[in-house]
């Protein structure tokens, strides 16, 4: 009794406390995802938009959503989970249809407050999304909420609550993720900052440590594995246990789901920037053009080439959805010729042979006794892209962080130990990054130098012995 | 009879000083308000800053709370006002979080406990109970209190310094290396930095407060006021001056040590190799757990320094409103003495799991036993003083009462983690949260928000409304223990301390339920402290005005005018007996259950017993 | 309303032995689970602490309903006495003095002593059990921001406390062998740390530049929580990780497909050779 009255106290307390203060503090403030600087480069009118025609933001938002209303946009190669179904039997055409037979592959739940959302994949409703007020399993009738315009087909697909994994994935991406990685996987969170290495801007698209050859995305299970092992040396951390096994898969899709945004955020821009960036707008002004003559341009590229480019962007050999749908076939995963030459003296002579050879050069930049510290790093280099040298020093990534190479010393792997591990970053290189894909090297040699590499924080030069150990205390 | 001192000759000179200083002339704006060295000024500086702070202290609470119980949710105030985490939608940052409760703890420790004992009541209390017109040095005094504003300037930088979202984070004990290698955290940069520079300030002030309290009960007590005839508010302050003056400066050496090694590269707490968001590797050759041992050296003894003064408090209130002398004078002074010196030797207990030589956690565990015996010894005699009392049910005797209930609580549960072993499960938990918040809230805010009531008359020669102080009273306690009770709970269900979000951890996932009842009730408590400062407020302007003596009193204050002039009394008071000779025949001779500190004996034949009660 | 007062004295004490006495019941108390649906602690170590805590508890207990009794009993009788009569005037007892001073420091005095033969067994390395001193160390446990990671030996090789070329390596998932003490080296890689495994009730501050041996004791197969304890910088409630106790053979096992997994080199499927 008691009990029962303290805990209707606590929630009527709850409730008052939560929807006064939540009153004041909510006013009209939600997450968003921000747009890319590269987005910000274009003349507002391509960013926004003309009249009727959707700029870059609106072309991306339409397709994707916002972090509140996620789209499940079918073209990408993404799970947005849900139950799958069909068409049973196709309406008829006559009257305003209220009513669909349905059947689904999966169970069919219905929570009260939840609404089932069904969406049209293939036929001539699609992509219409329809709303069950009542689903009865049995008959497999589902009635409708509103009446539906354009009729579907027996065997059309139809997705129940699609987009699932894209919401609990948003849920669990703001709770473990985004404090670092930022709501738009930006590498833009609060905490981002503070961090060396920067944690990983997913918008190029670019994953670093993949088992893919070097053309290739990450596989679903490149990203699962840095989501279970973390990335040692840096403040990516280990998600198992604090994930599930089928959390794990949720946060993956979602990753992907905003790695592709990133990508298709960043084609669009491609696409305008030559002809309607700020920079292109001074020199075509400079050059006699006035402002409303490119924005007129503009209009004309909005409304017909860049309608074409958008479906190439998706389909297609080099689209989107091929490149990361194609990362997680058998053939785009590195698989050596030879199983791994036996970790013996003599192969990690050869291996260290290899690791000096001018040919590969690996002391270039990982140094000669493996520190890290190799020529390379002391240069300044041209950012590829804007031409310009880096303030800094050193080797630097796709993303403008400095990168310097590992320090081979420490015995610590951020793409994983396993000899797998190492063949991978040798043979594909590390993308994004200064390093390398060395993909000519014969297999064998590539394993003679994991073996060289695998010593080298016991045994620096094979056969010199090992390092003195450095002592370290130990209590009573 | 106790010697009287024999400065006797020019402590009359200083009263004819004072009182002519009080008739002279009128001083200007800021003299009287700002740069005052008039020890009651002072201490009315210190109350209406350290009630700001308190203020400040309990929204980070609530803050901190916030997150607790709605986790990741939108964070009221800080989006619309602060313009804080717009991108994502309001969703805290952790090291924000971490932030909080380091700040709270520093706000409510260093800006609120510490100075609103010693600081606040210290002051004004000390020269009037012991019957001297001022400090004994009345510039240094002024000097400790505006000490405070640079402490407060830098903990209020320490906020925003390091990047907005990224405070002070590594918790009010700042152990290395997270507080000494600037890579280690967010809020390790220059916001630690400012955060040690605050706290040394904090130090400075509270060292210029004790030796002036000290010099001041040692030499300046009135003709008559031999050591045991002071009240023991006076017993309570001198013995936390000098805990003060021995304890502090070893925080002040660990906070420049802890300063140099991040600003000078020394390494005293940073042993060699240690790769923290790969920077490069320090240098070394230090310990950790040097900071732990010094801190604590500091800190133990501090929480004693933040209860003590509100025990001397609470027995003078207790005595005057149950109208009966303080039950066992002497074994109260004894026992806070013991309190005192058995605080510098029981540190250690901080440290059970840290590491230490384990030798070292049993003889700390007996002494933490041992300090165990003193504060009983005071919880008997309080319950003893009440006992058989004509007890006055207004709100000064309530929160009394309710100090002493929450004394109960607190030290109860501390036997708990004195025990090494169960330490090692409750240490670091929630456990350790409720129990030091019923000391130093419950007991110390309690007793402060009744002295505050007892003795506002003696500051504003106005009484405070005590029905709204009782509604105040009954709001806090009920939203205080409704806050702190169910932790002891959380503790035991193994719920980490500084956790931003502890349900990721399925052990802890059904607490979430009362951890939400937990911040409502903490939301109550916390509103609840504007009608202490609304009753404040308007009572300073609005209350019914009041004579000299309101409670009937003993205590030399009560017979200087409310309030008092420069200078403090009339006449340079003379004592004649102890401070809590309520209800005593010579009381009882003047027809009235009080007998003032300086009233002549009214009739000779009973003077040698009331003195023989009194030195008893 | 003086009543009311006294009263109110007497009502909080009363409600927060109830929530005390319903917090078992309430899922309140010491981590339980569906296996364990008392709480109980899962080691032997922590049973003797349980027992410890117990004890203390009930003399708590006892001391707490006393005095707040007393506190608001003395309130009481001065609510319902009459005003007009004078309180009781006395400057205390010299023999009540005596009493409440003796009595407390007698059991304090016994729960310190008490208590000390567990702490010995938990830190003392000249306590600890036989078995960990045959064995030795089995593995190292290395806190880092923000997770945990586990340094097993090679299998038939003795634990050393620098990284050796076999050593076996994993993250957040701790082997140890049940019905038997394990002995391990607690290291941090940066900050302090704490290991704290809640249903096992051990606590170890893991301190930079210090290797710290703690052992364990696990009767029942089974996995356990182990979470950090000190604050360890913005991911402290991050450091979450398992500690699975299994029979000998089964860590065995484990430590063999560790060691597969870990020479895995994309060719043989790891599996294959099981």
């Known amino acids: 009794m008691l009990v029962q009255t303290q805990r209707q106290i606590a929630t009527l307390l709850t409730a008052v406390v939560v929807t006064a203060m939540s009153g004041c503090g909510q006013s009209g403030f939600d997450s968003h995802f921000v747009s890319s600087d590269k987005t910000e480069s274009l003349i507002k009118e391509a960013q926004n938009g003309v009249g009727d025609l959707p700029g870059v933001n609106e072309l991306v938002s339409d397709r994707f959503g916002t972090p509140q209303q996620l789209n499940a946009w079918m073209k990408l190669p993404v799970d947005f989970g849900g139950v799958s179904g069909s068409v049973s039997a196709a309406p008829e055409a006559s009257i305003a249809v209220e009513e669909l037979s349905l059947k689904f592959d999966g169970e069919v739940i219905q929570v009260d407050s939840e609404p089932l959302l069904v969406q049209f994949v293939t036929g001539a409703a699609a992509p219409a999304v329809v709303e069950i007020k009542r689903w009865s399993a049995e008959k497999g009738v589902a009635s409708l909420t509103a009446a539906m315009e354009t009729l579907p087909a027996e065997g059309d697909t139809v997705i129940l609550n699609g987009g699932s994994h894209l919401k609990t994935g948003r849920q669990l991406y703001m709770r473990h993720c985004s404090h670092c990685h930022g709501t738009s996987g930006d590498a833009a969170g609060p905490t981002a900052e503070y961090l060396n290495p920067r944690p990983r801007d997913y918008r190029h698209g670019v994953f670093k440590f993949t088992s893919t050859n070097a053309q290739s995305k990450a596989a679903r299970d490149d990203i699962r594995r840095v989501l279970q092992n973390g990335v040692p040396g840096t403040y990516m951390p280990s998600f198992v ?106 192969s990690r002579r050869i291996g260290r042979e290899l690791y000096l050879s001018k040919a590969i050069n690996c002391a270039d930049c990982h140094g000669i006794g493996g520190k890290g510290n190799g020529p390379q790093t002391t240069i300044f280099e041209k950012n590829v892209v804007t031409e310009t040298l880096y303030p800094e020093p050193g080797l630097h990534d796709v993303w403008d962080n400095v990168n310097q190479p590992r320090n081979l010393t420490l015995g610590i792997y951020r793409g994983g130990r396993r000899p797998i591990d190492l063949f991978c970053r040798i043979q594909a290189g590390i993308k994004g990054t200064r390093m390398p894909s060395f993909k000519n090297l014969k297999h064998e040699d590539i394993w003679h130098i994991v073996n060289y590499v695998l010593s080298i924080p016991f045994e620096p030069e094979p056969g010199k012995g090992p390092t003195p150990a450095p002592a370290a205390a130990t209590t009573p | ?66 997150q607790l119980a709605f986790p990741w949710q939108n964070m009221p105030v800080l989006g619309p006002v602060f313009k804080l985490f717009l991108g994502e939608g309001g969703q805290i940052s952790p090291e924000f979080y971490t932030m909080l409760f380091t700040m709270h703890a520093s706000v409510m420790i260093f800006l609120v406990i510490i100075p609103i004992l010693a600081g606040a009541f210290g002051n004004f209390l000390i020269p009037l109970q012991i019957g001297a017109d001022d400090m004994a040095f009345p510039v240094l005094n002024a000097l400790s209190y505006w000490f405070m504003w640079p402490a407060i300037a830098c903990f209020g930088t320490s906020f925003f310094v390091g990047g907005a979202t990224a405070g002070p984070a590594g918790g ?304 806090t306690f009920i939203g205080f223990n409704g806050t702190f009770f169910p932790m002891h709970l959380l503790g035991i269900s193994g719920m980490p301390r500084r956790y931003a979000d502890p349900y990721l951890h399925p052990y802890l996932e059904h607490l979430l339920p009362m951890n939400q009842f937990i911040t409502c009730s903490a939301i109550l408590m916390g509103f609840a402290q504007f009608l202490l400062l609304g009753n404040f407020l308007y009572s300073m302007y609005r209350g019914e005005k009041c004579g000299r003596n309101p409670w009937g009193a003993n205590g030399l204050e009560w017979s200087a005018p409310s309030p008092p002039g420069h200078g403090n009394f009339d006449v340079p008071p003379v004592c004649y007996r102890g401070p809590y000779e309520y209800s005593s025949p010579e009381a009882g001779a003047l027809n009235q259950d009080f007998i003032l500190q300086t009233e002549v004996p009214p009739d000779m034949s009973k003077i040698a017993t009331a003195e023989t009660a009194a030195t008893a | 309303m003086k009543k009311f007062w006294a009263l109110f004295f007497f009502f909080w004490p009363a409600v927060a032995f109830w929530s005390c006495w319903i917090a078992r019941s309430r899922g309140w108390w010491f981590p339980a689970s569906e296996d364990n649906p008392l709480g109980l602690a899962m080691s032997p170590l922590g049973q003797q602490i349980d027992g410890l805590f117990y004890l203390i508890l009930g003399i708590v207990a006892v001391v707490f309903v006393g005095t707040q009794f007393a506190l608001g009993y003395a309130l009481w009788m001065s609510a319902t006495k009459e005003d007009s009569k004078p309180a009781h005037y006395s400057h205390g007892s010299h023999s009540l003095e005596l009493i409440w001073t003796i009595v407390p420091a007698f059991v304090l005095v016994f729960i310190a002593l008490y208590q000390m033969n567990v702490w010995a067994e938990f830190r003392v390395q000249s306590y600890f059990p036989n078995e960990t001193k045959e064995d030795g160390p089995k593995l190292e446990v290395t806190a880092r921001q923000f997770e ?82 000190e604050l360890c910088g913005w991911g402290h409630y991050k450091m979450r990780a398992t500690i699975v106790a299994e029979p000998k053979e089964k860590v065995e096992e484990y430590l063999r497909n560790l060691e597969q997994e870990q020479n895995f080199d994309g060719v043989a499927p790891a599996a294959a050779e099981e």
């Open chain 2, 172 to 475: 009010w004990t700042s152990y290395p290396l997270l507080s000494a290698l600037q890579e280690a955290a967010p809020g390790s940069g220059a916001a630690q930095t400012f955060w040690l520079m605050g706290l040394t300030l904090v130090g400075v002030s509270s060292m210029m407060g004790s030796v002036n309290y000290m010099t001041t009960i040692i030499n300046m007590r009135a003709p008559g006021m031999t050591l045991f005839r002071m009240p023991l508010t006076i017993w309570s302050m001198f013995i936390t001056a000098i805990l003060q003056a021995f304890a502090l400066p070893v925080l002040t050496a660990a906070g420049f040590m802890l300063l140099t090694d991040r600003i000078m590269g020394t390494c005293f707490f940073v042993p060699a190799g240690i790769v923290v968001n790969n920077a490069a590797p320090t240098i070394g050759g230090g310990q950790p757990l040097l900071w732990q041992h010094l801190f604590w050296f500091y800190s133990h003894p501090a929480v004693y320094i933040m209860l003590l003064p509100a025990m001397g408090m609470v027995s003078d209130m207790l005595s005057c409103m149950s109208r009966k002398p303080v039950f066992g004078y002497k074994p109260m002074v004894y026992s806070m003495a013991a309190i005192a010196g058995l605080g510098f030797i029981v540190w250690g207990h901080h440290m059970f799991t840290s590491g230490m030589n384990p030798a070292l956690g049993m003889t700390f565990m007996t002494s933490t036993m041992m300090i165990a015996l003193p504060s009983a010894i005071k919880t008997f005699n309080w319950i003893g003083t009440i006992w058989g009392g004509n007890v006055k049910f207004n709100s000064v005797m309530l929160n009394c009462s309710g100090f002493v209930a929450m004394f109960i609580v607190g030290g109860l549960s501390g036997i708990f983690m004195a025990a090494v072993p169960v330490d090692i499960y409750f240490h670091d938990t929630y456990f350790i949260v409720a129990h030091f918040h019923y000391v130093l809230f419950g007991s110390t805010l309690f007793g402060v928000f009744a002295g505050i009531t007892f003795w506002f008359p003696k500051m504003f020669g106005r009484l405070m409304n005590d029905t709204v102080a009782k509604w105040h009273f009954a709001l």
């Open chain 1, 241 to 346: 246990p604090m994930l599930k096994d089928n959390e794990l898969d949720i946060v993956v899709e979602y990753v992907r789901f905003l790695a592709l945004r990133g990508e298709f955020e960043r084609r669009l821009v491609s696409e305008l920037a030559p002809d309607y960036s700020k920079d292109a707008m001074a020199n075509r002004m400079a050059s006699g053009e006035t402002r409303s003559e490119v924005v007129n341009d503009l209009k004309e590229f909005l409304a017909e080439d860049l309608q074409d480019s958008i479906e190439g962007f998706m389909d297609g050999t080099n689209g989107l959805a091929t490149v990361w749908t194609n990362a997680n076939l058998p053939e785009a995963t590195i698989t050596p010729d030879a199983a791994r030459v036996p970790n013996s003296a003599e």
């Open chain 3, 148 to 229: 945990w990671r586990m340094r097993y030996p090679a299998p038939g090789q003795v634990l050393s406390n620098q990284p050796q070329a076999g050593d076996l390596y994993a993250v957040n998932e701790m082997h140890v062998q049940t019905g038997r003490p394990v002995k391990f080296n607690l290291r941090t890689g940066d900050v302090q740390h704490a290991f704290f495994a809640p249903q096992l009730r051990v606590k170890q501050d893991a301190v930079a530049g210090l290797i710290i041996p703690v052992w364990l004791e696990v009767p029942k197969a089974g996995k356990y929580d182990l979470v950090c304890a």
């Open chain 2, 1 to 66: 009879m106790a010697t009287v001192s024999p400065a006797i000759e020019s402590h009359s000179d200083d009263h004819s000083h004072g009182n002519d200083h009080g008739h002279g002339h009128q001083q200007s704006f800021f003299y009287t308000y700002l740069w005052s060295t008039d020890h009651k000024m002072i201490g009315k500086q210190f109350l209406i800053t350290t009630m700001i702070m308190m203020m400040v202290g309990g929204a980070l609470a609530l803050a901190v709370r916030w």
